[in-house]
T-cell receptor, first 113, second 112 residues
Framework: ETGVTQTPRHLVMGMTNKKSLKCEQHLGHNAMYWYKQSAKKPLELMFVYSLEERVENNSVPSRFSPECPNSSHLFLHLHTLQPEDSALYLC????????????FGPGTRLTVL | KQEVTQIPAALSVPEGENLVLNCSFTDSAIYNLQWFRQDPGKGLTSLLLIQSSQREQTSGRLNASLDKSSGRSTLYIAASQPGDSATYLCAVRSSGYSTLTFGKGTMLLVSP
């Protein structure tokens, strides 16, 4: 147990659906991250929040919309996804942005039909 | 742009063997390097973190080395056990306030 939880663990959605992924960290960290892990590709950073402000957005399509209402919670809102968006979405946190070890949640396995 | 390569992509060994996983990176100007473990369908667990000024780090049966000038790191696992079966990921931080660049990982299977 790393202190980072993600819900749901599994999600199946159609291309016209709207859903949200949730991440919560119980570590008192200031930075939170969303990663995408597709089969046979390196882990890809999507978004970084530091002290509730977005500090990185790595050319992610607008059908992915992050939200960080406070330093403990991070959401990823999904709409009109494509089948190629099917992947494991991992959330992580670190004490501060860019300088410390990141602690990862278990991930949400997303399947887009 | 930093690129991280891990060789081999997959490795299968009998229990008890000592083994080495390799990681190479293209830009030697790194801040630190981490080795992670990922069990199937789960998140990552940090195993070892080596700062750019260090040559190696040890934790139990694991030893990670870093040769910054040649752009290489190795993860040595002694006396492997079936519980070591997982994917091992190498990740590099290129500067103090940048994010991590990951390799694709090495999938390790240790058979009883």
């Amino acid at each position: 147990e790393t202190g980072v939880t993600q819900t749901p663990r599994h999600l199946v959605m159609g291309m016209t659906n709207k859903k949200s992924l949730k991440c919560e960290q119980h570590l008192g960290h200031n930075a939170m991250y969303w990663y995408k892990q597709s089969a046979k590709k390196p882990l890809e950073l999507m978004f970084v929040y530091s002290l509730e402000e977005r500090v990185e957005n790595n050319s992610v399509p607008s059908r992915f919309s992050p939200e960080c209402p406070n330093s403990s919670h991070l959401f990823l809102h999904l709409h009109t996804l494509q089948p190629e968006d099917s992947a494991l979405y991992l959330c992580a946190s670190s004490q501060d942005y860019g300088t410390d070890t990141q602690y990862f949640g278990p991930g949400t396995r997303l399947t887009v039909l | 742009k930093q690129e991280v390569t891990q060789i081999p992509a997959a490795l299968s060994v009998p229990e008890g063997e000592n083994l080495v996983l390799n990681c190479s990176f293209t830009d030697s100007a790194i801040y630190n390097l981490q080795w992670f473990r990922q069990d199937p369908g789960k998140g990552l667990t940090s195993l070892l973190l080596i700062q750019s000024s260090q040559r190696e780090q040890t934790s139990g049966r694991l030893n990670a080395s870093l040769d910054k000038s040649s752009g290489r790191s190795t993860l040595y696992i002694a006396a492997s056990q079936p519980g070591d079966s997982a994917t091992y990921l190498c990740a590099v931080r290129s500067s103090g306030y940048s994010t991590l660049t990951f390799g694709k990982g090495t999938m390790l299977l240790v058979s009883p």
